[in-house]
């Protein structure tokens, strides 16, 4: 009886065994923009909708962006083309151009007009990687290939080269997207031009509102910190009304609205385009912007952020409902493409030493160098990570090495300074093989950044928690800034991500030790079976068994 009771307790307590991944006729790629794993470690126990369900299938807590310029659009590089961006080409949101002489968009691309967006051409020419959506068109031309995103650069580096289909949210347009040679704009709209006039159609007559999703997140509060004041409620102020004036929609990108309309579209073209349910593997890529936005605007432990995740969470369980119902071998992943810091007066007032950064640091150096040096123009030019050395005309190559010794003199006595690098320290630190990818040097991590010609001369690495600077008469969101609280750095908080992969009857496991986003293109291919270039990322074996293989 006692050995009856202790069995039957045993079997109760057994691990349930893994059900390996089908082979797909649909993958939904989805990319939740700025979810760390931080959030996720703290929010996971508090979902009951879709990203409760994502945790029966197979969970990396520890998924690493593994380069160090922890910005969107290198983020989402790295998702489906399994290589870093030292490979493929995405290296910051902008870099320097010097043949232009200016700062480059990471998907500007003059062979691509805007529909509505005259001199504002967007596209994947600077992307020098393909991706899992070409390499299935390669394997099956019948293959279809979608993106869909709150932000353009997220679906265009999700989406690739010659995609069926790639739609971003266009503040004054609805979802747009980028023409292509000979093509027109009603044709390349036609997937999304009912889904946008019924939507504007929708809010003239009832504008959206930000309501509570009453999952226990503070309804309201202030926290003061000298002159940031970040005003919290729900729906923020200003963030009601008037929603079929352009001007008022920049408001619904820092909303849960933004990823409640995206999963829409991608379910509308789920429907229209019968994915999945085609004659080859349909891939669907979804970039979800909010918790970006509402991160940046409000901070990321705000009330705000809290919210939103409710809100996600609430979707994505709509959205997974959805997609089990087709009753096709359906596989999700979800990750992120960065991570993210709170604002750092109130990681500061919580506990940890952290700062903000004193105003436009390359400009100060950049002024300290010329009237040290008497040149006659400003040396340096670049976002504060990533400082290129300019010069008019012809570049003198010791004017150029004087320039970088006293920029570098001077940004090492800066207080928010860690490590500063040349471009030289950076392309020689390859990482060395077989040391987890979390254990890396700082340098490493730059260097799965860096791409000469493309990144800075100089190379800076802040302090932990140090946040960007504000606009000095800052007070969110009637100054629409987005630098409470930030990315971007080399640090673990801001490359760990969640990478889940689910499917429907899924019972997987969870691996905390450190994987890749890089790894997620050779699984996904593995899945496929299709056949890949020379990747950064290795395939993850997803069946939680020794006899089986999902990577074979
Ligand atoms: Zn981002």
């Known amino acids: ?32 923009d700025q979810f760390s794993a931080g959030l996720f470690d703290q929010y996971r126990g508090r979902f009951t909708g879709g990203l409760k369900t994502l945790q029966a299938g197979v969970v990396f807590p520890s998924g690493y962006q593994g380069h160090a310029a922890t910005e969107t659009c290198p983020g989402h590089s790295t998702l489906l083309t399994g290589r870093h961006p030292s490979a493929n080409g995405i290296v910051a949101n902008q870099w320097y151009d010097r043949t232009l002489g200016r700062q480059v968009y990471c998907v500007e691309d003059p062979a691509h007009p805007v529909p509505g967006r005259d ?132 408001y619904l990108r820092g909303s849960p609205m933004l990823d409640a309309v995206t999963l829409d579209l991608a379910q509308s073209l789920i429907d229209r385009f019968r994915l999945g349910r085609g004659a080859a593997p349909d891939l669907l890529a979804v970039s979800l912007s909010a918790t970006d936005y509402v991160g940046h605007r409000y901070g990321s432990e705000g009330p705000e952020a809290c919210d939103n995740l409710a809100h996600l969470d609430r979707a994505l369980g709509v959205f997974l409902g959805r997609l089990a119902a087709l009753k096709v071998p359906v596989v999700v992943v979800l990750t992120a493409d960065h991570g993210v810091v709170d604002a750092a007066e109130r990681v500061a007032a919580r506990g940890v030493p952290a700062q903000r950064l004193a105003g436009d640091i390359v400009r100060q150096v950049a002024s300290a160098v010329q009237t040290e040096l008497k040149l006659a123009y400003l040396p340096l030019q670049g976002d504060a990570q990533q400082i290129t050395i300019t010069a008019p005309g012809d570049r003198d190559p010791a004017t150029d090495a004087r320039v970088e010794a006293a920029a570098i003199r001077l940004l090492k006595v800066r207080p928010e300074v860690f490590q500063v690098f040349t471009a030289a320290e950076i392309t020689a630190a390859v990482p060395r093989p077989g040391v987890p990818v979390d254990e890396q040097t700082l340098a490493e991590r730059f260097h799965q950044s860096f791409m000469a010609g493309r990144s800075g001369d100089i190379v800076v690495a802040y302090r932990p928690y140090v946040t960007g600077s504000y606009p000095p008469t800052f007070a969110p969101p009637a100054a629409y800034g987005d630098t409470v609280a930030s990315h971007g750095s080399p640090w673990n908080y801001d490359r760990r991500v969640p990478m889940i992969f689910w499917w429907p009857g899924a019972s997987g496991f969870e691996q905390p030790l450190p994987v890749e986003t890089v790894d997620i293109a050779p699984t996904l291919a593995k899945l496929f079976r299709v056949a890949t270039p020379p990747l950064d990322g290795r395939c993850l074996d997803l069946d939680g068994t020794a006899a089986g293989d999902s990577c074979r």
């Open 1 to 32: 009886m006692v050995w009856r009771a202790l069995a039957a307790m045993l079997m109760a307590t057994a691990p349930v065994l893994a059900s390996p991944p089908p082979r797909p006729k649909l993958v939904v790629a989805i990319a939740v």
């Open 119 to 250: 001199g504002a051409p967007r596209g994947p020419g600077k992307m020098l990687a393909s991706t899992l959506g070409e390499w299935m068109k390669e394997a099956n031309p019948a293959s279809r290939v979608f993106a869909v995103a709150g932000k353009d650069r997220a679906a265009i580096t999700m989406a690739g080269h010659d995609p069926d289909g790639v739609f971003w949210w266009d503040d004054e347009r609805g979802f747009n997207t980028y023409l292509t040679a000979g093509s027109t704009a009603v044709e390349r709209l036609a997937p999304v031009a009912a889904f946008n006039a019924a939507l504007i159609a929708k809010w003239t007559t009832a504008p959206p509102v930000w309501r509570p999703a009453g999952r226990g997140c503070p309804a309201s509060g202030a926290d003061t910190f000298g002159t940031l004041n970040i005003a919290h409620s729900i729906p923020p102020a200003g963030n009601t009304g008037a929603w079929n004036k352009p001007v008022n929609l920049r």
